[in-house]
């Protein structure tokens, strides 16, 4: 027995010594960086769906810039640190990139607590970040008190603003249809609060009424007959829905079985993609599904739509969710660098303050919080309603559209 | 409901904690969704079953070694959870994937809705005959009672228990070809399957099917009448209300037979 | 196994590597390097804690990262409202509030049942936060207001809290309450009817469990920043404190300490370099270590016929 367990002992020494070794092998191979490169950080969960997506467009964007001689010369190098969405990995793994990596830029960042975590850390070491989620408003409020955090940038709106990616697009369409009755149906969670609030003053400002609030308990919903029966009873006409966490497929699915009295548009944060027509069954007709962006329209910008073509080429499917907008940050990044010759936080900062970045998604301005400005002149997300046969047509902003609004057959009866 | 009876019958058979019950409920999706490219939904639905039973079938060897000391076999179930989790990610990536088996209505409802009911009902059905007609329902039931006395009476537990882990890995397989459709799936989405097993389980009797059956009714006409009836915030408190209200006052569940397994 | 009875082959090279990292600050490291450590130690800690009081017991704790999480935000939560000492001490009492959540299903359920029911306690952490995000700060979390700013002092903090943790293990692997959660771990019937009050030890291992995790999450979220839900996580930091305690002595604390900084640096690695294969490789892990074990037959793994 005492043979066998030292037996045991040293072969499991073995395997920590070996790991070890092994882990100062690439830390040792990773510095210094070869002369001619300079390099990128990418921290996100990149073992989930908005991640992966994410590296591949960043991974896309340094590919396309260093077969076209890099930024100031230098070739680019993508390092990356998986933080899982949690802020005690992101905090680590952000000084890993920055003391052990030397990277001079960090892109990703999906999880607000990953963000609200490492803000003081971006105020010491001063290094650019371009965040492609961590949508909370909190974020921002810190950012615009604090001058040290001008390094934080989102490439993407808050999460108050997401009202508004449902609401202007149902306000197309009321006044299309001459209809005035609203009901709101949206995540029990408190990224919705700042989103209801914004919402319901744009109703009252826009003279139509508010017939009907309801909330989806996440993860739990797995029938929303409910909420459909109690909306179409209040006397309904646009349904407005908010929903972050994949609840919404069974909205669709009932939306679709029920055939209510009503216009359907939603923000759903995980079915917003070409599949869901397949996802839900087909169930999906006559629905409206706000996208971040979505290049295969027929009124799409054309670099929008060579950004879609490339990515598919490389990873066979199209991009999803903000893929597009943390793409524009690498080359708004690169445009920075180049016109103040510099890679530190201050000169990048200074000019995207000063001067944006017109991307392949529109025109990127940032709020004080160092959040995007929204609307048709600056960033807009598209709302596209799906057509029986599961045809998607763009329906919203104007510019990009290449359908108008079909209503559902059922709605005059 | 059909996932949830078939935890509880290997907790309450065998004695073993099978945390990878969630993920070998989305392997049978994988496996179904790569053979899909190439045969026929007719073939290539059986084969992943088949072939999720034959994998459950390794799984219970493994885990009848371990199962007399009880860290041992959850943390052998853990891991090969984990393992068949990250093994998915590394082979499909973290994108969702959508299992197409039954696309259209019939008479206005889903055709898969359908299929997801009729296999439910009828494997619920089928369970309820074995266990209370067939020798191996009398067998299962007696070795769950008191396995000790079982082996006197001259039943062979270990047969027993390994039909009970093939019938669980035939409910889970069941259960995934019937609702992934519905739900679409990513490898980390088996956990997601395995807390609503446990909800359901806890809530109803920590091994008791019938009580796993009670509960997943309990818990989602609560839910729907709620929504309805009751303005939110309160609504969304109720299933969670029921949940910490079993773990406080009742945690062997509303059907369960008090402390188990000392 | 207390501090008598630890031999000086072992006592030895912990008293080495404790001074070793004592002075490692003044090595010049940098400010990522103090931070991992200071996370290398603190989940040492809290590893070495789950192996003294749930593996030595054989209440296999699922949920233990509800303990862990609720402790986060328990001092998040005192730190936003509180001057700091106060804050320090209501973070105690607090934390011991949500943890009798826990608690109960330990007084009423045994073996793979007690496993089961603690497993769903994390995913209940996440909906709660939402439903009252006034207090729990919603998805985004509480931001935790900051006591040190230096990395360094953060290290020492964390150093010093560790050791404490560590050497109140010592002392009570030496003590009849080591022993009496041993005997329950053998069979809980025989030690009740031997006279020991099984329901007292529990409550007492989990009081005193709650408290030293609540004193680790001091420095931890002093490190993190920010107390949220993705802290209750289980996956997959059950399964690096199982590992961890695997490793030699199952409720030693002391190899468990160790076999946690080493999992947590190797966790770090792969997050960096081999993310894709993370889980497969920390699963393979912890099927190889249990696997040697058996077939080695070391001490602490048996297989009961």
């Given at each position: 027995?005492?043979a066998?367990s030292?037996?045991?002992i040293?072969i499991?020494?073995?395997?920590i010594v070996?790991?070890?070794?092994g882990?100062?092998?690439v830390?040792?191979m990773?510095?210094?960086q070869?002369?001619?490169?300079v390099?990128?950080?990418?921290?996100g969960?990149l073992?989930?769906?908005?991640g992966?997506?994410?590296?591949?467009?960043?991974?896309?964007?340094?590919?396309?810039?260093?077969r076209?001689?890099g930024?100031l010369g230098?070739k680019?190098e993508?390092?990356t640190y998986?933080d899982?969405?949690?802020p005690d990995?992101?905090v680590s793994?952000?000084?890993?990139?920055?003391e052990?990596?030397k990277?001079?830029?960090?892109?990703g960042?999906h999880?607000s607590?990953v963000?609200?975590?490492?803000?003081?850390?971006?105020?010491?070491?001063?290094?650019?970040?371009?965040?492609?989620g961590?949508?909370?408003?909190?974020i921002?409020?810190?950012?615009?008190?604090?001058?040290g955090?001008?390094y934080?940038?989102r490439f993407n709106?808050n999460?108050?603003?997401?009202?508004l990616?449902?609401?202007?697009?149902a306000?197309?369409?009321?006044q299309?249809l001459?209809?005035?009755?609203f009901g709101?149906?949206?995540d029990?969670?408190p990224?919705?609060?700042?989103?209801?609030?914004?919402?319901?003053n744009?109703?009252?400002?826009?003279?139509?009424?508010?017939?009907y609030?309801g909330?989806i308990d996440?993860?739990?919903?797995t029938?929303?007959v409910?909420h459909?029966?109690?909306?179409?009873d209040?006397g309904?006409?646009?349904?407005?829905v908010?929903?972050?966490?994949g609840?919404?497929?069974?909205?669709?699915?009932?939306?679709d079985?029920?055939?209510?009295p009503?216009?359907?548009i939603?923000?759903?944060?995980v079915?917003?993609?070409?599949e869901q027509?397949?996802?839900?069954?087909?169930?999906?007709a006559?629905?409206?599904?706000?996208?971040?962006?979505y290049g295969?329209?027929?009124?799409?910008?054309?670099?929008l739509?060579?950004?879609?073509d490339?990515?598919k080429q490389k990873?066979?499917?199209?991009?999803l969710f903000y893929?597009?907008?943390?793409?524009?940050a690498?080359?708004?990044?690169?445009?920075a660098?180049e016109?103040?010759?510099?890679?530190?936080g201050?000169a990048?900062a200074?000019?995207?303050?000063k001067?944006g970045?017109q991307g392949?998604t529109g025109?990127?301005?940032?709020?004080k919080?160092?959040s995007?400005?929204y609307?048709e002149?600056y960033?807009?997300?598209?709302?596209?309603q799906?057509?029986p046969g599961?045809?998607l047509?763009?329906i919203?902003?104007?510019?990009y559209?290449?359908?108008?609004?079909?209503?559902p057959p059922?709605l005059?009866? | 409901?059909?996932?949830a009876i078939?935890f509880?019958l290997?907790?309450?058979v065998s004695r073993i904690?099978n945390?990878?019950?969630g993920a070998?409920?989305?392997?049978?999706?994988?496996i179904?969704s790569?053979?899909l490219n190439?045969?026929?939904?007719?073939?290539?639905?059986?084969?992943?079953?088949?072939?999720?039973?034959v994998i459950g079938?390794i799984?219970w060897?493994?885990?009848?070694?371990f199962?007399?000391d009880l860290?041992?076999s959850?943390?052998v179930?853990?891991?090969?959870?984990?393992l068949?989790?990250?093994?998915?990610?590394?082979?499909?990536?973290a994108r969702?994937i959508s299992l197409?088996?039954?696309?259209?209505?019939i008479?206005?409802?889903s055709?898969?809705?359908i299929?997801?009911a009729?296999?439910?009902?009828?494997?619920?059905?089928a369970?309820?005959?074995?266990?209370?007609?067939t020798m191996?329902?009398?067998?299962?039931?007696?070795?769950?009672e008191n396995?000790?006395?079982?082996?006197?009476?001259g039943?062979?537990v270990r047969?027993?228990?390994m039909l009970?882990?093939?019938?669980a890995s035939?409910?889970?397989?069941?259960?995934?070809?019937?609702?992934?459709?519905l739900?679409?799936?990513?490898p980390h989405v088996?956990?997601?399957y395995l807390t609503?097993?446990?909800?359901?389980?806890?809530?109803?009797?920590l091994?008791?099917?019938?009580g796993?059956?009670a509960?997943?009714?309990?818990l989602?006409f609560?839910?729907?009448?709620?929504?309805?009836?009751?303005?939110?915030?309160?609504k969304d408190l109720i299933?969670?209300?029921i949940?910490?209200?079993v773990?406080?006052?009742?945690?062997?569940g509303?059907f369960?037979?008090?402390?188990?397994?000392? | 196994?207390?501090?008598?009875e630890?031999?000086y082959g072992?006592?030895?090279?912990l008293?080495?590597i404790l001074?070793a990292m004592?002075?490692?600050?003044m090595?010049?490291?940098s400010?990522?390097?103090l931070t991992?450590?200071?996370l290398?130690?603190?989940?040492?800690?809290?590893?070495?804690?789950y192996?003294?009081f749930y593996?030595?017991s054989?209440y296999i704790?699922?949920?233990?990262?509800?303990?862990?999480?609720s402790s986060?935000?328990?001092?998040?939560?005192?730190?936003?409202?509180?001057?700091?000492a106060?804050?320090i001490?209501?973070a105690?009492p607090?934390s011991?509030?949500?943890s009798?959540a826990?608690?109960?299903?330990?007084l009423?359920l045994r073996?793979?049942f007690?496993?089961v029911?603690?497993?769903?306690?994390?995913?209940?952490?996440?909906?709660i936060?939402?439903?009252?995000?006034?207090?729990?700060?919603?998805?985004?979390?509480i931001?935790?207001?900051p006591l040190l700013?230096?990395?360094t002092h953060?290290?020492?903090?964390?150093?010093a809290i560790s050791?404490?943790?560590l050497?109140?293990?010592?002392?009570?692997l030496?003590?009849r309450?080591?022993i009496k959660?041993?005997?329950?771990?053998d069979?809980e019937?025989l030690?009740e009817s031997?006279?020991?009050?099984?329901v007292?030890?529990?409550?007492?291992?989990?009081?005193m469990c709650?408290?030293?995790?609540?004193a680790?999450?001091?420095p931890?979220t002093q490190?993190?920043?920010?107390a949220s839900?993705e802290?209750?996580?289980?996956?997959?930091?059950?399964?690096?404190a199982?590992?961890?305690?695997?490793?030699?002595?199952p409720?030693s604390?002391l190899?468990?300490?160790?076999?946690?900084m080493?999992?947590?640096?190797?966790?770090n690695?792969m997050?960096?370099?081999?993310y894709?294969l993370r889980?497969?490789?920390a699963s393979s892990l912890?099927?190889?270590?249990y696997?040697?074990r058996v077939?080695?037959?070391?001490?602490?793994?048996?297989i009961r016929?």
């Amino acid at each position: 027995m005492k043979a066998l367990s030292r037996t045991y002992i040293i072969i499991i020494a073995a395997v920590i010594v070996i790991a070890a070794i092994g882990a100062a092998l690439v830390v040792m191979m990773s510095q210094p960086q070869a002369t001619g490169t300079v390099k990128i950080g990418f921290l996100g969960p990149l073992q989930t769906e908005f991640g992966d997506v994410g590296l591949k467009s960043v991974q896309l964007a340094v590919e396309e810039i260093n077969r076209a001689g890099g930024v100031l010369g230098r070739k680019i190098e993508i390092v990356t640190y998986d933080d899982g969405n949690a802020p005690d990995k992101g905090v680590s793994g952000f000084r890993k990139l920055v003391e052990e990596d030397k990277v001079v830029a960090v892109f990703g960042i999906h999880a607000s607590p990953v963000g609200l975590a490492i803000l003081p850390l971006i105020q010491q070491y001063k290094i650019p970040v371009f965040a492609m989620g961590a949508t909370s408003d909190v974020i921002d409020i810190n950012v615009s008190n604090n001058p040290g955090y001008r390094y934080w940038f989102r490439f993407n709106t808050n999460a108050s603003t997401h009202a508004l990616f449902v609401y202007y697009p149902a306000k197309m369409i009321a006044q299309q249809l001459g209809l005035k009755k609203f009901g709101l149906l949206y995540d029990n969670a408190p990224w919705t609060a700042p989103v209801v609030s914004t919402v319901k003053n744009a109703i009252k400002q826009d003279g139509f009424e508010l017939v009907y609030e309801g909330t989806i308990d996440i993860g739990k919903t797995t029938s929303f007959v409910p909420h459909l029966t109690k909306a179409r009873d209040s006397g309904v006409q646009l349904l407005l829905v908010w929903s972050a966490y994949g609840d919404a497929k069974f909205l669709q699915r009932d939306y679709d079985d029920l055939k209510p009295p009503f216009v359907l548009i939603q923000f759903d944060g995980v079915g917003m993609r070409p599949e869901q027509w397949n996802i839900t069954g087909g169930k999906t007709a006559y629905q409206v599904f706000v996208f971040f962006s979505y290049g295969r329209g027929a009124g799409a910008d054309p670099k929008l739509k060579a950004f879609y073509d490339a990515f598919k080429q490389k990873y066979g499917y199209d991009p999803l969710f903000y893929a597009p907008y943390i793409y524009d940050a690498v080359y708004a990044w690169k445009k920075a660098v180049e016109a103040t010759g510099r890679f530190d936080g201050d000169a990048v900062a200074d000019y995207l303050e000063k001067n944006g970045y017109q991307g392949i998604t529109g025109r990127w301005v940032f709020t004080k919080g160092h959040s995007a400005m929204y609307g048709e002149d600056y960033i807009a997300t598209m709302a596209l309603q799906w057509l029986p046969g599961g045809k998607l047509a763009v329906i919203w902003p104007p510019k990009y559209a290449d359908a108008r609004f079909q209503p559902p057959p059922w709605l005059s009866k | 409901m059909l996932m949830a009876i078939g935890f509880n019958l290997v907790l309450g058979v065998s004695r073993i904690v099978n945390l990878a019950y969630g993920a070998q409920i989305i392997l049978t999706s994988y496996i179904a969704s790569t053979l899909l490219n190439f045969i026929p939904a007719v073939v290539a639905l059986p084969i992943s079953v088949l072939l999720s039973l034959v994998i459950g079938a390794i799984l219970w060897l493994v885990l009848w070694i371990f199962r007399k000391d009880l860290i041992l076999s959850i943390v052998v179930s853990i891991a090969v959870a984990l393992l068949i989790e990250g093994v998915l990610l590394k082979i499909y990536g973290a994108r969702l994937i959508s299992l197409v088996i039954a696309p259209g209505d019939i008479m206005g409802i889903s055709a898969q809705w359908i299929i997801a009911a009729i296999s439910s009902i009828a494997s619920l059905l089928a369970f309820y005959l074995m266990m209370s007609r067939t020798m191996i329902g009398k067998r299962m039931a007696a070795v769950a009672e008191n396995e000790d006395l079982a082996r006197y009476m001259g039943i062979n537990v270990r047969v027993t228990s390994m039909l009970s882990f093939i019938i669980a890995s035939l409910f889970a397989s069941i259960a995934s070809i019937a609702i992934t459709p519905l739900y679409a799936i990513y490898p980390h989405v088996g956990w997601y399957y395995l807390t609503i097993v446990l909800a359901v389980v806890i809530v109803g009797g920590l091994g008791s099917a019938m009580g796993a059956l009670a509960s997943s009714m309990i818990l989602s006409f609560t839910q729907s009448l709620a929504a309805y009836y009751i303005g939110s915030p309160a609504k969304d408190l109720i299933p969670l209300t029921i949940l910490i209200s079993v773990l406080l006052l009742r945690p062997e569940g509303i059907f369960g037979r008090g402390v188990r397994w000392a | 196994m207390g501090l008598k009875e630890i031999s000086y082959g072992e006592l030895i090279p912990l008293a080495v590597i404790l001074i070793a990292m004592s002075v490692l600050p003044m090595l010049g490291l940098s400010s990522y390097m103090l931070t991992l450590l200071s996370l290398l130690l603190l989940f040492g800690a809290l590893v070495s804690i789950y192996d003294f009081f749930y593996i030595r017991s054989g209440y296999i704790n699922l949920g233990y990262t509800f303990i862990v999480a609720s402790s986060a935000f328990s001092i998040a939560i005192t730190l936003e409202r509180l001057p700091t000492a106060l804050a320090i001490l209501a973070a105690f009492p607090l934390s011991m509030l949500f943890s009798i959540a826990i608690l109960v299903p330990m007084l009423k359920l045994r073996g793979p049942f007690y496993s089961v029911a603690t497993l769903l306690y994390p995913f209940t952490l996440a909906p709660i936060a939402r439903l009252f995000p006034e207090v729990f700060g919603g998805d985004v979390g509480i931001y935790v207001r900051p006591l040190l700013s230096s990395p360094t002092h953060l290290y020492y903090l964390s150093l010093a809290i560790s050791i404490g943790v560590l050497s109140l293990l010592f002392i009570l692997l030496g003590t009849r309450l080591a022993i009496k959660l041993a005997m329950i771990k053998d069979d809980e019937t025989l030690a009740e009817s031997s006279g020991i009050g099984v329901v007292r030890v529990k409550i007492l291992s989990h009081v005193m469990c709650t408290l030293m995790v609540t004193a680790v999450m001091i420095p931890y979220t002093q490190v993190s920043g920010v107390a949220s839900v993705e802290l209750a996580d289980p996956m997959p930091v059950l399964i690096y404190a199982l590992m961890a305690s695997a490793l030699y002595k199952p409720g030693s604390a002391l190899y468990s300490f160790l076999g946690g900084m080493g999992i947590w640096w190797l966790d770090n690695f792969m997050r960096a370099a081999m993310y894709d294969l993370r889980l497969v490789v920390a699963s393979s892990l912890l099927l190889t270590i249990y696997a040697a074990r058996v077939v080695l037959g070391v001490a602490g793994t048996k297989i009961r016929k």
